[in-house]
């Protein structure tokens, strides 16, 4: 198996990590997102440029010469740059705990109150990190400008998109998508805020406090608040592709000659498909097994790592991560 290069790869733990390096809050909320979001395991970090968004040039096209004959000139040629701004959204929740169910907890142990706390404190997290799931896939500007980010399906809508192939299943809400992204600072990543990283996810403990009951009536209650800002970047459209309309009972299964199409679009990319990573939903990856299982597929394969869990790896080099949040209910993309 090829080495996978992660040279310039920041991820989230990487960021909680380096700013509180003996450990911290910051450091445990990271942990419990990148379980629930398995992209958060490997896509890069990059921080925005502008307080809200980050600003940054595409290539159209590139230049090139000509052929020139003795005692002829050529003409000057330029490339194109177009430049794009993606915006950094903000995802807030808010944890309210009734000051009885903290005392409650005190009595039954020393110090039960303040784990007690914690824990709900972590079911806001891991609900979250569902709900981001969801954003970073489905997520679209046009229903909710300007609050949501474009997701990654949103990128790419219908066939003519480019970047995109067809396992041809058209049954309503019947479909599901697999994902293969390369992250990196020149190609695919995550945004977070041109602030210290502190910042980019947030855990407020806002003491107690007086709040209103579902009965319009005011308790006092703990207070935790919670902050996630982020964004996401393309900076090559080849980075990021789509295998859409994946039936999900028994036909127009994943279509492994579709997969070997988008890696070699991928592959035309100045970095390559080296070091990119297939997501697929519940049912995807289960469909990927059976591959294995029943026709030993050659470009689909199992590899043991570090003498210790069996990856499923495709063309040797892209490792294969089940992501819940892709759904079994798609749209059909035409």
């Not at 808010?94 to 404190?121: N, Y």
């Not at 003491?207 to 608040?225: D, P, R, S």
């Not at 994946?246 to 070091?275: S, W």
Request: one cysteine or more; hydrophobic letters at 40%; charged letters at 25%.
């Amino acid at each position: 198996m090829a080495d996978v290069d992660l040279t310039g790869i920041v991820t989230l733990l990487d960021l909680a990590q380096e700013t509180q390096p003996g450990g911290g809050r910051f450091v445990d909320v990271a942990k419990i997102l990148t379980k629930a979001v398995p992209p958060f395991q490997d896509a890069h970090w990059e921080p925005g440029n502008q307080t809200g968004g980050h600003l940054f040039g595409r290539d159209a096209y590139l230049p090139n010469g000509e052929m020139r004959a003795i005692n002829n000139g050529i003409s000057a040629t330029a490339g194109r740059t177009d430049q794009e701004t993606e915006p950094i959204s903000l995802y807030q929740d808010r944890a309210i705990v009734d000051e009885e169910l903290v005392a409650l907890a005190d009595a039954a142990k020393p110090g039960g109150g303040v784990e007690f706390r914690a824990r709900k404190d972590d079911q806001h997290l891991r609900g979250g990190g569902v709900w981001l799931g969801d954003k970073f896939l489905y997520g679209a500007r046009a229903v909710a400008t300007p609050r949501d980010i474009d997701g990654f399906a949103t990128r790419r809508p219908t066939i003519a998109t480019g970047n995109i192939a067809n396992c041809g299943d058209a049954t309503g809400a019947s479909v599901t998508s697999a994902y293969l992204i390369n992250w990196g600072p020149d190609k695919t990543a995550f945004l977070y805020p041109p602030m210290h990283q502190l910042q980019m996810v947030e855990e407020k403990d806002m003491g107690k406090q007086l709040t209103t009951g579902a009965n319009a009536k005011q308790f006092w209650a703990y207070v935790t608040e919670f902050y996630f800002r982020f964004g996401i970047m393309v900076m090559d459209e080849r980075y990021l592709q789509r295998l859409c309309n994946i039936g999900t009972t028994t036909a127009n299964k994943i279509d492994i000659d579709k997969l070997i199409e988008l890696y070699h679009n991928m592959d035309e990319a100045p970095g390559g498909a080296e070091g990119a990573i297939l997501y697929v939903g519940k049912t995807g990856y289960m469909q990927l097994e059976q591959e294995v299982k029943n026709l030993g597929e050659h470009v689909l394969k199992w590899v043991t790592l570090d003498n210790k869990a069996d990856v499923m790896m495709f063309k040797g080099n892209v490792p294969v991560k089940k992501w819940s949040s892709i759904k079994d209910t798609e749209a059909v993309v035409v």
